[in-house]
């Protein structure tokens, strides 16, 4: 059985027949799907190779990736992808909040960085990402898995302190990231979060892929928390890696080296049921296709992004 037939076993599909437009969802990508992950890495594309190619697979929308991969030039940027015919979504922060007042500074100042160049280059949102709890290279345990009640009263009160101050001095809306291997992950631990926070100031960035990689379901989450949803992230896993990667405890990094993060539609969740939940919302929304795959060879992004949106055509996005 091929992956794609395994696919729509799973998912139900049976098709890729167009469905209704989806006229509130805007599509791009991001350097996530072309494996950076970092600002400089030698196994990584040029920036330039990124800007071209993203341009030619059909993307219009792109995110800014980590910070210092593209040129933080605003002049020098807006030239770039202003000739490849391509705009700025978001720009992407990491931050570990639950440490308390403690970080709030040097986390500003990393912030501050993303978004002036964000603001600049017309971005309306910026992607908050909290801080792993196990290396993401290494799988090394840098703190414990869970927080205490102390840690989730900073990890809610700072980052809607964030969303205040983002918005007042940019502009800006932050959406907050669930990610693998961090303390925003499960659906427990979503829900969690967005029942501490003000609806105000936080918003999701709700990724498909690391929902289902830890277990939620991505369109009950939209059905059930929609007003909270700023932002997507369209991703699948392979389900039966992603078994393998449950069963050993594999930290994040190395399962992405072992491809749990699988072109679509070949993966989980099926991304023509969340595109329709995302678009019942009546909402404009982002949705930014990131396949993780780092690290990989610098001809294998391409030909995957130009199948992908065209697959994501075919849904009717």
Known sequence: MTALTRARKLTGMTSLSPQSSLSRIRIGSAPDSWGVW??????????????DEVAQSGYEWIELGPYGYLPTDPAVLSEETSRRGLKVSAGTVFTGLHHGEAVW??????????????QAMGASHLVVIPSFWRDD???????????????????TSLTERLGREVRERYGLQIVVHPHADTHIDSEENVVRFLDGTDSDQVSLCLDTGHYAY???????????YGERIGYLHLKQVDPEILADVRANAVPFGPAVARGVMCEPPAGVPALGPVLEAAQ???????????????????D????????TRAFLRSCGA
């Open 38 to 51: 970092f600002p400089d890495d030698p196994q990584q594309v040029p920036w330039q190779r990124f800007l």
């Open 105 to 118: 500074e040097k986390t500003w100042a990393h912030v501050a960085d993303n978004a002036v160049l964000a």
């Open 137 to 155: 290279k290494t799988g090394e345990v840098l703190e414990p898995d869970t927080l205490t009640a102390e840690q989730w009263r900073n990890l």
């Open 214 to 224: 830890c277990g939620g379901d991505s369109v009950k989450l939209i059905e059930t």
């Open 280 to 298: 019942k919302l009546d909402v404009d929304l982002f949705a930014i296709v990131e396949q993780d795959m780092y690290p990989c060879e610098p």
């Open 300 to 307: 294998k992004p391409l030909p995957i992004a130009q199948r």
